[in-house]
């Protein structure tokens, strides 16, 4: 939303000399780079602290896995049959 890095090098002076393509993710900034306008990483700017990539990875296989098991003892099938659809009244169904 912030094409031209206007509200980044406002707000956050330490990236003002990066170039806006560099904005997006500092941390990226090849250490060339970094050093020739004066914002190390880690150093000038804080590094980040999550790794985004790695935690939705993590997150996105832990998630199949807990799929993966309610699939195989039947309670996903259990679940949507009691909570899931909606063509018969609740008083009807079986618990």
């Known amino acids: 939303h912030d094409a031209t890095g206007a509200f980044v090098r406002k707000w956050v002076p330490e990236l003002c ?12 900034t ?24 790695t935690a939705s990875a993590f997150a996105r296989d832990r998630m199949h896995t807990v799929k993966l098991a309610a699939q195989r003892s039947g309670s996903a099938l ?7 659809s909606r063509k018969t009244p ?6």
Request: aromatic fraction near 4%.
């Open 90 to 95: 609740l008083n009807a169904r079986t618990r």
């Open 30 to 53: 090849p250490m060339m780079v970094q050093q020739m306008t004066g914002c190390v990483i880690g150093r000038d700017y804080p590094a980040p602290i999550v790794l985004h990539e």
């Open 17 to 28: 000399a990066l170039s806006n393509a560099d904005l997006i993710r500092p941390e990226r």
């Open 78 to 84: 259990r679940v949507y049959d009691r909570h899931g």
